[in-house]
């Protein structure tokens, strides 16, 4: 009986771990913008899915089912502390990676007590008298990856924006230096120095969820999915913004064409351009990098 439900317990976390990690390899929206939040996407996103993968193999094999469940009690608690910070609550939506989060940190717990003994064993013999390289590469592994999470905390303190909010409606003027300030790199790019990312890389160019898109710079809403339209251009292409003044437009001459600069309303982040040849009912097509907004599903 005991056995039975072992083996049951290694299949849900290994098959679960493996729909996660399918969601990484696939690019999910939702694992897409967590990532690209702390600062990872995509590497850490294919790192940490190529992680999840040996952690189900492990788990599915008796002898490694205990380093597996360390393994993955280990990867899950980094997930699990990003689910409980603003981040996850902003990223989660239907909160689906968080219920798998829990059942896999759970089941891992539950595995890595049943295989005790198997983790002490292995831990006594990389500890053993004369094995001291392992337990040197171990420490050394160990202190890594505390810099690493020690890394990744500092980047996001660093990159709080305070001019962002989704309630308060009022102009912001303030100097490109605070805006690097306040803005990652590719934020800034766009936004202040009217950078343009390439077509088909960004994240919402084909992202027909339901909900709201707001300005990345400051939280300004700016477009609803509503307004949204199949493009084939390569950018994520709405016929109109939320109200008139969600943005405004200047000329822009720049690159020897004269295009209408679209901005946003509130901060004057640049946001695309505005072309003639939209559907209908305004024939109009704003042409917006996937960058410059968020999106904040219904
Ligand atoms: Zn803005």
């Not at 990856?145 to 009022?170: E, F, G, H, R, V």
């Not at 100097?175 to 390439?198: C, F, H, Q």
Request: glycine share 8%.
């Amino acid at each position: 009986m005991n056995k039975i439900f072992i083996w049951i317990l290694r299949i849900v976390t290994a098959v679960i771990l493996l729909q996660t990690l399918y969601f990484k390899f696939t690019a999910h929206p939702q694992s897409v913008e967590i990532f690209t939040r702390i600062g990872l996407e995509p590497y850490g996103r294919i790192g940490i899915g190529v992680l999840e993968l040996i952690a189900a193999v492990l788990i599915l094999i008796p002898a490694t089912s205990g380093a597996g469940a360390m393994l993955a009690a280990g990867l899950m608690s980094g997930a699990l502390f990003f689910h409980f910070t603003s981040l996850g609550i902003v990223v989660d939506g239907d909160s689906i990676l968080f219920i798998y989060a829990v059942i896999v940190f759970v089941s891992s717990l539950i595995l890595l007590f049943l295989h005790r003994n198997q983790l002490i064993a292995m831990i006594s013999r990389i500890f053993k008298p004369g094995n001291l390289s392992s337990a040197v590469l171990i420490i050394f592994t160990f202190l890594f990856s505390n810099c690493t999470t020690a890394q990744n905390n500092k980047y996001m303190s660093d990159n709080q924006n305070k001019y962002y909010s989704k309630t308060d409606t009022s102009k912001i003027t303030v100097s490109n230096d605070e805006w690097k300030k306040n803005l990652d790199e590719k934020v800034y790019n766009i936004a202040r120095e009217k950078g343009t990312e390439r077509a088909f890389t960004g994240q919402y160019w084909n992202h027909y969820e339901a909900g709201l898109y707001r300005c990345k710079a400051c939280g300004n809403a700016l477009f609803r999915s509503d307004g949204k339209f199949e493009s084939s251009c390569g950018w994520p292409s709405f016929f109109e913004p939320i109200t008139p003044q969600s943005v405004k437009y200047a000329e822009d001459k720049a690159y020897g064409m004269e295009r209408v600069e679209v901005m946003c309303g509130r901060c004057d982040a640049h946001l695309g351009h505005i072309f003639d040849d939209g559907p209908p009912p305004t024939y109009k097509r704003y042409c917006i990098n996937s960058v410059i907004i968020d999106f904040e599903k219904k």
